[in-house]
């Protein structure tokens, strides 16, 4: 396919893009910030989102949703990013949405009519140690009376404990390391045994430290095969991370606007500092950056939308070369922004911060460069 | 089935029946590639049969229209023969800076009886150009060019020298920037044409540090050139240039890498297995190298429906050169010492050096980087300052 957007594309970009600066700009994100609120999200925010359908973007047709693809979902992720707007957007409408359409039908029921109406939020509990490791899950889920009975630790449970639903990964055979013998559970938030502190990240967004002890699960709990649950988890982490960049691509575009701005408007020495070829060329090349990494990610968002062998290549070089371009660009805009660049009043601060956390979400750009080295057969 | 999949069946039987089985080997190296020309030897008959026949099809300038030799497709058509050729594994019939730079120019400034004379010859494989641009003092500041031809009614007498004239010891005739006007610096050039064999012309090859010599410096001492072989106006000739200049940057902007998505990693598995840093830096490659790919079809897309900036090309030369550079020193790197031989039969005569030199020159030629980003930065990005 043409890596351009398509008519019905665009105007889905238009819609997003007006939504996002009027109703969730970076003055919303600092309101809910600064009143510390515990969700780290508005949850009118999130029925606004429902009612122009993106929550239903990735949702099949026959399900009740659009029926689109990682282009249109990626398309108001990138919105979002520029814009820093909070919501469960990647958590619940990308990457739990990617893992429940595998899901059978009374699952599906369960959960997609609630996310289409905005009123549902739903965890990713992947994580067990600092860094990204799926493989090495440890979590246990032993057979136990109709069901399965879940021990074990999460983190960075991004929503966790605003969550109605957390998606669990644990092991019902073989060792830690290993892909075979994992399974996901759909977990709900007042099941027995379960407990959720939460932390506040570098970015304001909320995540939960999580504490299976024991909790029971029903066998209607398994999402997909019992001991497949690779292949869910893989086309779940895969959702989240093309999704990721796609936002990152937003976060490093609407830092890069900021600083080409800030570059055209700041005098010093009697000239607008944007005449300095010590500028202009690190300008140039970020633009570079932003662009390459703006594109891998359409390319991978297409590779997955046709379901092409090469999909899973694309999207770890796209989530690392997002993150690299991304990261230079808010390195970049807090460089040349000077001394305001260090205060909370400007915002280009707030970009360098969302930017680290989305590298971390999902595997970080060096875990991907490793898995392309390792896909490419080396 | 749609008019483009009856056209890839048609390429693919034609390309079948009509290549030879030696030219589906890839070429070894330059003396393996044919560039036509008057004195153009043959390296075997199928390498000659092979020219003929695309010839005659207008295959060697497919996208070319049939007045002017090509075979008249369409961007999707030449595309899909390109694609099969690749599947095949056919060589280029001819190479040539004819078909990359003179040719695309005369579609856009010649006359009707230049692109039919001109334009035929390149397609057939006639006649092999150089091209005269840069000068000593004239670099990056190309517009500084000093060679003058003096106007003598119907006719010019140039005098002056170029230098980094790509096999202009080997090329027929030249397309060359010479100022005609030295009043006027932007609209005091022209675009001339002329014979190499022409009394007055020499060429002195340069030895580069790849131990190569592609290059020449180029002298003209009362070259006589008629008025009627200029391109475009007189004294318009900048514009002729630019517009090449932008084509030459597309071109080598499709450089980085190795041509395709291929990883060269898997090659080199064992000694990357023992050296995780390099290991590392060759995956940030690949994820580089991925990247330009991605990128490229998104510019050519965009290029094709009119909506990539006229300024573009620039910033993919840029990236595109810059990438090549790095995959060479990586080459270099996980070679090792055997990489360092330059002359022995193991390493086809120090091919990975020499390559790796060469690629130096990529950023420094048809515009440096440092250029480059400054285009970028005034006319994309719109940065202020002369």
Same mark, same amino acid.
């Given at each position: 396919m043409?890596?351009?957007? #398509?008519d019905d594309?665009?105007?889905?970009r238009?819609t997003?893009r ?17 009143m510390g609120c515990?969700?780290?999200f ?11 359908g993106?929550t239903?973007?990735l949702?099949?047709e ?10 249109e979902?990626g ?12 919501s469960?957007?990647l958590t ?6 990617e ?10 029921d369960?959960w997609?009519p609630?996310i289409?109406?905005?009123? #549902?939020?739903i965890?990713i509990?992947?994580?067990e140690g ?9 979590c246990?889920a ?5 069901g ?5 630790q999460?983190?960075?449970?991004v929503q966790g404990?605003s969550?109605d639903m957390?998606i669990?990964a644990?092991?019902t ?5 290993e892909?075979?013998?994992?399974t996901?559970f ?8 379960l ?9 304001s967004?909320v995540?939960?430290?999580?504490n299976l002890?024991?909790?029971q699960?029903d ?9 497949g ?7 779940m982490l895969d959702a989240?991370r093309?999704?990721?960049a ?6 490093g575009?609407g830092?890069m606007?900021m600083?080409f ?8 020495f009697d000239r607008v ?12 090349h ?7 990494a703006?594109?891998?990610v ?9 379901g092409?062998a ?5 999207v ?5 070369k997002?993150?690299l371009a991304?990261n230079?660009?808010?390195?970049e805009?807090v460089?040349?922004?000077?001394g305001?660049g260090? #205060? ?15 590298n971390?979400f999902?595997?970080?750009?060096y ?6 080295a ?5 | 089935?749609? +008019?483009?999949e009856t056209?890839r ?5 034609w390309?079948e ?6 030219m589906r080997?890839p070429a070894?190296?330059?003396?393996d590639v044919c560039?036509?020309?008057?004195n ?6 199928a *390498?000659?049969? !092979?020219l ?6 207008g ?7 049939k ?8 961007p999707?058509?030449t595309?899909?023969?390109r *694609? ?14 004819g078909? !990359? ?7 856009k400034?010649g006359?009707?009886?230049q692109k039919v004379?001109?334009m035929?010859?390149i397609?057939?494989g ?20 000093q060679?003058?031809g003096e106007?003598?009614?119907d006719?010019w007498?140039v005098?002056? *020298?170029?230098i980094?004239?790509?096999y202009a010891?080997?090329a027929? !005739? ?6 005609t006007d ?8 022209s675009f ?6 022409t ?8 030895k580069?540090i ?9 002298f003209?001492d ?12 007189i ?11 932008g ?6 902007s499709?450089m980085?890498?190795?041509g395709g998505?291929t ?6 598995k064992a ?8 290991r590392?830096?060759?995956a940030?490659f690949?994820? +580089?190298?991925l990247?330009f ?14 909506k990539?900036?006229p300024a ?11 990438l ?10 996980i070679?090792?010492? *055997?990489?360092?031989? !330059?002359e022995?039969?193991r390493?086809?005569?120090?091919s990975?050096?020499r390559?790796?030199l ?6 420094i030629e048809?515009g440096?980087?440092e250029?480059?980003l ?10 202020p300052?002369?």
């Amino acid at each position: 396919m043409a890596m351009t957007l #398509t008519d019905d594309q665009n105007m889905l970009r238009d819609t997003a893009r007006d939504f996002m600066a009027s109703e969730a700009p970076v003055t919303h994100f600092r309101k809910f910030r600064d009143m510390g609120c515990k969700d780290g999200f508005s949850h009118g925010l999130w029925k606004q989102f429902a009612e122009l359908g993106f929550t239903g973007i990735l949702i099949p047709e026959a399900d009740g949703g659009m029926g689109m693809g990682q282009i249109e979902a990626g398309i108001v992720l990138e919105e979002i990013g520029r814009n820093l707007s909070p919501s469960p957007f990647l958590t619940t409408a990308v990457a739990a949405v990617e893992a429940l359409k595998l899901a059978d039908k009374a699952m599906r029921d369960r959960w997609f009519p609630g996310i289409l109406a905005g009123e #549902t939020v739903i965890g990713i509990a992947i994580e067990e140690g600092v860094k990204h490791r799926p493989e090495k899950i440890a979590c246990v889920a032993e057979r136990s009376g109709n069901g399965f009975k879940l021990t074990g630790q999460k983190q960075f449970v991004v929503q966790g404990a605003s969550s109605d639903m957390l998606i669990v990964a644990a092991r019902t055979a073989g060792a830690a390391g290993e892909t075979d013998g994992l399974t996901l559970f759909a977990v709900d938030k007042d099941a027995a045994g379960l407990s959720m502190e939460a932390a506040r990240l570098v970015d304001s967004a909320v995540a939960a430290h999580v504490n299976l002890d024991g909790v029971q699960v029903d066998a209607d709990a398994v999402i997909g095969e019992v001991d497949g649950g690779w292949a869910v988890l893989s086309k779940m982490l895969d959702a989240g991370r093309v999704g990721a960049a796609a936002e990152m691509v937003g976060v490093g575009t609407g830092a890069m606007d900021m600083t080409f701005e800030y570059l055209k408007t700041r005098k010093q020495f009697d000239r607008v500092i944007g005449e300095f070829q010590a500028l202009q060329h690190r300008a140039a090349h970020l633009y570079g950056e932003m662009e390459g990494a703006r594109s891998i990610v359409l390319k991978a968002q297409s590779l997955m939308d046709e379901g092409h062998a090469k999909a899973e290549l694309y999207v770890a070089a796209a989530k690392a070369k997002a993150g690299l371009a991304c990261n230079l660009s808010v390195r970049e805009g807090v460089q040349m922004h000077g001394g305001i660049g260090m #205060t909370d009043e400007y915002d280009i601060g707030l970009y360098m911060k969302r930017d680290r956390s989305l590298n971390e979400f999902f595997g970080d750009a060096y875990y991907h460069a490793d898995r392309v080295a390792t896909m490419n057969g080396y | 089935m749609s +008019d483009l999949e009856t056209f890839r069946a048609e390429a693919r039987t034609w390309l079948e029946e009509n290549c030879p089985a030696e030219m589906r080997i890839p070429a070894k190296g330059d003396e393996d590639v044919c560039w036509g020309g008057r004195n153009f030897v043959f390296q075997s008959e199928a *390498q000659k049969v !092979w020219l003929e026949r695309c010839v005659a099809k207008g295959y060697t300038v497919p996208d070319w229209p049939k007045a002017y030799g090509g075979a008249g497709l369409s961007p999707q058509e030449t595309k899909i023969l390109r *694609q099969e050729m690749a599947k095949l594994g056919c060589r280029s019939p001819l190479n040539s800076f004819g078909i !990359w730079m003179l040719g695309p120019a005369l579609l856009k400034f010649g006359t009707e009886e230049q692109k039919v004379h001109y334009m035929g010859q390149i397609a057939r494989g006639e006649i092999r150009w150089c091209q005269g641009y840069s000068e000593p003092g004239s670099g990056s500041d190309l517009v500084s060019m000093q060679t003058f031809g003096e106007d003598k009614g119907d006719h010019w007498v140039v005098n002056g *020298q170029k230098i980094w004239t790509s096999y202009a010891d080997k090329a027929d !005739w030249i397309f060359c920037l010479v100022r005609t006007d030295k009043a006027n610096k932007y609209h005091g050039i022209s675009f001339l044409l002329f014979d190499m064999e022409t009394p007055g012309v020499s060429t002195k090859p340069i030895k580069l540090i790849s131990g190569n010599s592609p290059f020449c410096e180029t002298f003209f001492d009362n070259v006589v050139v008629p008025k009627d072989q200029v391109v475009g106006e007189i004294n318009r000739g900048w514009d002729v240039a630019k517009y090449l200049l932008g084509h030459e940057r597309e071109m080598i902007s499709g450089m980085g890498g190795d041509g395709g998505v291929t990883s060269i990693g898997a090659a080199m598995k064992a000694t990357l297995a023992e050296e995780p840093v390099l290991r590392a830096q060759m995956a940030l490659f690949d994820v +580089d190298n991925l990247t330009f790919r991605a990128h490229g079809e998104r510019f050519m897309d965009e290029w094709k429906t009119g909506k990539a900036h006229p300024a573009y090309s620039n910033l993919m030369k840029y990236v595109g050169t810059e990438l090549n550079k790095k995959r060479n020193e990586l080459v270099m790197s996980i070679g090792g010492s *055997q990489a360092l031989e !330059w002359e022995s039969e193991r390493t086809n005569g120090g091919s990975k050096a020499r390559n790796w030199l060469r690629t130096k020159a990529n950023s420094i030629e048809g515009g440096t980087s440092e250029v480059m980003l400054n285009v970028v930065s005034k006319r994309i990005l719109e940065m202020p300052g002369g």
